[in-house]
């Protein structure tokens, strides 16, 4: 070998568009993914474990509510909050969707939504990580068509009564609060609401999911709310409509949409280092055409994935990112990391399925993300919809 080989970096270029502030959260968050989250990532994900003792020290960095002003939350461009969310994906998707799920879907509709008394009661508190939070939307009967739910709030004197269950919940086993959309009826019309639903309430539950063969390094689990009773003061009155939920998700799903290159990254890493290493019929396999044809064709897509994330995240930065161009970022993105991840954990070979090496924890991890903040398919529907006119759900 003549050169040192080319890294991901220096072949997209994005790095060198970085402004000073962007490059230094990146920084920040890469040295802490990295000193104090990988050594044990494998461990973690095979005792099933989201390493709550690190809370403190995501907080610390500003990551809990990143991208919102005010309350003690850091106000990070849409650039910055992209790049911090792919190094900690870097790490492990379960590390991600935890500040996700904090940040864009626990903490964005009450700083969105929300009464000044609702903001100054609970946001500070989750910006400093001391309180957990998780967005309660999906239910076992209703997951890529949200307004199927069946979970309703009964308005009762000063209080509403929830009735339902929410599946597949992030974070909900540890949360001191949900955030919880649910259908009332007032005056005979039907509209979806949001409440924040305390730990503590009488009729609310959070049973742990079990037996995840994915994300398991992330806390999932259910809502119960059996008669929850909820003071009218929780309720985020500026929200009505599934609008008010949808609109989260956007916030979301572009984070994810930058952060899967996260996962994508750290596998073509382990594979190109594993392929100059390892040696078959006489020679490195990195110098097998076959190899490096896979190697390149991921590098190709990471890159592109990566200008497309940071052209919208520029865009958003601007205030011009569109629902449907964060379909198709999550849509791409999502798919060539996973696809990515695969690819990494073929060329690691049999070493590939064991958990000394992040590939097959990371394509098994984004099965889930693939899945959730909307389908793949979904977002196919969405941006059909938005390309031909004709809602195709
Ligand atoms: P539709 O009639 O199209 O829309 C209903 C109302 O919502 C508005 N809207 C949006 N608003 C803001 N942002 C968006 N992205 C929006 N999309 C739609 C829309 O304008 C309308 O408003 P209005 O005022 O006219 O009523 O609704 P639909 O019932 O046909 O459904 C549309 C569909 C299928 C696209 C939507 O329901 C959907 O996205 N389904 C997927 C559900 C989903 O993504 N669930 C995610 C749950 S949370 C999660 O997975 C967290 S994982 C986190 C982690 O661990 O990281
Ligand atoms: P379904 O909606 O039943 O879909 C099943 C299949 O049918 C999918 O392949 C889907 O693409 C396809 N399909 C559905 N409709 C159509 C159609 N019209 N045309 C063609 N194909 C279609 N939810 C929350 O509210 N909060 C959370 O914090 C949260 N965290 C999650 C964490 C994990 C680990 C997982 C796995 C899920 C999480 N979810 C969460 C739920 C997630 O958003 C849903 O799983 C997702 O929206 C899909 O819903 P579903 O599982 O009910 O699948």
């Given at each position: 070998?003549?050169?040192?080989p080319?890294?991901?970096?220096?072949?997209?270029?994005?790095d060198?568009?970085?402004?000073?502030?962007?490059?230094?959260?990146?920084?920040?968050?890469?040295?802490?993914?990295?000193?104090?989250?990988?050594?044990?990532a494998?461990a973690r994900?095979?005792?099933?474990?989201?390493?709550?003792?690190?809370?403190?020290?995501?907080?610390?960095?500003?990551?809990?509510?990143?991208?919102?002003?005010?309350?003690?939350?850091?106000?990070?461009?849409?650039?910055?909050?992209?790049?911090a969310?792919?190094?900690?994906?870097?790490g492990?998707?379960?590390?991600?969707?935890?500040?996700?799920?904090?940040?864009?879907?626990?903490?964005y509709p009450?700083?969105?939504?929300?009464?000044?008394?609702?903001?100054?009661?609970?946001l500070p508190?989750?910006?400093?990580?001391?309180?957990?939070?998780c967005?309660?939307?999906?239910e076992?009967?209703a997951?890529?068509?949200?307004?199927?739910m069946?979970?309703?709030?009964?308005?009762?004197?000063?209080?509403?009564?929830?009735?339902?269950?929410?599946?597949?919940?992030?974070?909900a086993?540890?949360?001191?609060?949900?955030?919880?959309?649910?259908?009332?009826?007032?005056?005979?019309?039907?509209?979806?609401k949001?409440?924040?639903?305390?730990r503590?309430?009488?009729g609310f539950?959070?049973?742990?999911?079990?037996?995840?063969?994915?994300?398991?390094?992330?806390?999932?689990?259910?809502?119960?709310?059996?008669?929850?009773?909820?003071?009218?003061?929780?309720?985020?009155?500026?929200?009505?409509?599934?609008g008010?939920?949808?609109?989260?998700?956007?916030?979301?799903?572009?984070?994810?949409?930058?952060?899967?290159?996260?996962?994508?990254?750290?596998?073509?890493e382990?594979?190109?280092?594993?392929?100059?290493?390892?040696?078959?019929?006489?020679?490195?396999?990195?110098?097998?055409?076959l190899?490096?044809?896979?190697?390149v064709?991921m590098?190709?897509?990471i890159?592109k994935?990566?200008?497309?994330?940071?052209?919208?995240?520029?865009?958003?930065?601007?205030?011009?990112?569109s629902?449907?161009?964060?379909?198709?970022?999550?849509?791409?993105?999502?798919?060539?990391?996973?696809?990515?991840?695969?690819?990494?954990?073929?060329?690691?070979g049999?070493?590939?399925?064991?958990?000394?090496y992040?590939?097959i924890?990371?394509?098994?991890?984004?099965?889930?993300?693939?899945?959730y903040?909307?389908?793949?398919e979904?977002?196919?529907?969405?941006?059909?919809?938005a390309?031909?006119?004709?809602?195709?759900?």
């Open positions: 070998m003549s050169k040192a080319l890294t991901l970096e220096q072949l997209s270029g994005i060198q568009s970085l402004s000073d502030e962007e490059r230094l959260v990146q920084q920040s968050v890469r040295r802490f993914v990295r000193e104090r989250f990988l050594p044990g494998g994900f095979e005792e099933e474990r989201f390493p709550v003792e690190l809370i403190p020290e995501i907080a610390s960095l500003g990551l809990l509510g990143a991208s919102l002003t005010g309350y003690g939350c850091a106000g990070m461009s849409a650039v910055s909050y992209g790049l969310l792919s190094e900690l994906e870097y492990d998707s379960g590390l991600r969707s935890f500040a996700s799920v904090q940040g864009s879907l626990a903490m009450i700083w969105r939504y929300g009464t000044d008394a609702q903001k100054e009661r609970w508190g989750m910006a400093r990580g001391e309180l957990i939070g967005f309660g939307l999906t076992p009967d997951g890529s068509d949200p307004g199927a069946k979970t309703r709030a009964r308005r009762d004197g000063d209080d509403y009564v929830l009735t339902g269950t929410k599946m597949w919940i992030t974070n086993p540890i949360a001191h609060l949900a955030v919880v959309w649910a259908k009332v009826d007032e005056g005979g019309a039907e509209s979806i949001g409440f924040v639903v305390e503590g309430a009488r539950d959070t049973p742990v999911v079990k037996g995840k063969m994915s994300l398991r390094a992330s806390s999932t689990g259910e809502i119960v709310l059996d008669g929850c009773r909820v003071p009218r003061e929780n309720m985020l009155d500026g929200a009505t409509g599934l008010g939920p949808l609109s989260c998700l956007t916030q979301a799903r572009f984070g994810i949409a930058f952060a899967v290159l996260g996962a994508a990254k750290a596998s073509w382990a594979a190109a280092a594993y392929a100059q290493n390892r040696v078959a019929f006489g020679k490195p396999i990195a110098a097998k055409q190899i490096q044809e896979r190697l064709d590098a190709q897509e890159a994935g990566e200008i497309m994330a940071m052209h919208f995240a520029r865009l958003k930065d601007q205030g011009r990112l629902p449907a161009q964060v379909s198709l970022c999550k849509r791409n993105n999502c798919k060539i990391a996973i696809e990515v991840c695969r690819e990494a954990r073929a060329i690691l049999g070493n590939g399925i064991l958990l000394d992040p590939a924890r990371h394509a098994l991890n984004l099965e889930s993300v693939f899945t903040e909307g389908t793949h979904v977002h196919t529907l969405i941006l059909g919809k390309l031909t006119g004709h809602d195709a759900f």
